[in-house]
């Protein structure tokens, strides 16, 4: 139920993002306009809340105009680029709203989809999750990519629910000020959005595109990435996946080889039982640790380094706030 006074606010990260900017910004403006006007008796306002980290395109010249025009717009400006986990950590700490959402600069997702996250949070859940659908062969190999994902966290001890599907994600005020209480500037929010205590709600949203049109705007934002030079921080997450991939292969072929020299062993050497066993082993052993090389390899793909200093000091902060 809507509270009198209630507020809504949506924190943007925005790095080079002239292209789709405008276009992205009407379709949220719209859809939280229209969430307010279907709640105008309880004075339902809303906030926007857009963090340039260190544009070097006419991004932040859009905003300026967009705030000028629309008083609930506020411009967070940053000196350089700091990456995208700082930028969403700056506009938690500056939004004020009863409920916080995060959400890209992101042409496919469609009008509606804010207040559909907004009425799971109505309907009492801390933290939602608005998943883009995936459909036919692709929903298949993302199931399976997730919940390999998922094993991986779990062999390291990271709990939670992990996917690489572009969403939408609401906290309450709660869950919000938790966050901003840790102490790192740059937070992944990745593996700390689903701490267990909280009710969760996931969706499902479709981009509102057929697929080629769908195709075709996803390949032009891929463009305007490449044309940028790519991304400092995403890069620098690609050579530690590829290191991890590297360490994790070595381990399996160190296996494998373990493996062979025991099949010859058995067939023409008459170890004593005893060698047999310590063979097998540190076989065994090696075996473990290929797959909790490949493990964090997937992690480091799909959810960054996993902070636990701030995993687990997520419990004491949240057990004073609740």
């Known amino acids: 139920m809507v509270q009198i006074g209630m507020k809504i606010s949506l924190v943007i990260p925005i790095y080079n993002e002239q292209i789709e900017l405008a276009e992205v910004l009407a379709k949220y403006v719209t859809d939280l306009k229209h969430m307010c006007s279907l709640y105008n008796q309880e004075n339902l306002g809303y906030e926007i809340i857009a963090v340039n980290d260190g544009s070097d395109d006419a991004s932040v010249k859009l905003l300026v105009e967009s705030a000028r025009l629309n008083r609930n717009i506020r411009v967070i400006n940053f000196d350089d680029r700091?990456?995208?986990?700082?930028?969403?950590?700056?506009?938690?700490?500056?939004?004020?709203?009863?409920?916080?959402?995060?959400?890209?600069?992101?042409?496919?997702?469609?009008?509606?989809?804010?207040?559909r996250v907004f009425e799971e949070f109505l309907n009492g859940h801390q933290i939602v999750y608005a998943y883009r659908e995936r459909v036919g062969f692709d929903k298949l190999m993302g199931s399976l990519s997730e919940r390999f994902?998922?094993?991986?966290?779990?062999?390291?001890?990271?709990?939670?629910?992990?996917?690489?599907?572009?969403?939408?994600?609401?906290?309450?005020?709660?869950?919000?000020?938790?966050?901003?209480?840790?102490?790192?500037?740059n937070k992944l929010l990745r593996t700390m959005d689903n701490w267990v205590g909280w009710s969760i709600k996931r969706i499902e949203f479709s981009s509102g595109y057929n697929k080629r049109e769908e195709r075709e705007k996803i390949m032009k934002m891929k463009e305007q990435f490449k044309k940028r030079g790519g991304d400092v921080v995403q890069r620098s997450k690609v050579r530690e996946h590829t290191s991890a991939l590297i360490y994790a292969r070595t381990l399996l072929a160190v296996t494998f080889v373990l493996l062979a020299a025991a099949g010859v062993l058995l067939a023409f050497v008459g170890l004593p039982f005893m060698a047999h066993f310590f063979l097998w082993l540190v076989t065994l052993f090696m075996a473990i640790l290929t797959l909790m090389g490949f493990a964090r390899a997937t992690l480091i793909k799909r959810v960054g380094i996993i902070h636990s200093r701030e995993t687990q000091e997520i419990f004491s902060i949240k057990n004073v706030i609740n």
């Open 82 to 115: 700091y990456g995208k986990q700082a930028a969403i950590t700056a506009g938690m700490e500056a939004a004020v709203g009863d409920c916080v959402i995060l959400a890209d600069v992101d042409i496919l997702n469609p009008i509606g989809v804010l207040k």
């Open 149 to 185: 994902t998922n094993l991986s966290a779990g062999l390291y001890g990271i709990g939670g629910h992990y996917t690489g599907r572009p969403r939408v994600l609401l906290f309450s005020r709660n869950v919000a000020d938790v966050i901003a209480a840790l102490p790192s500037k």
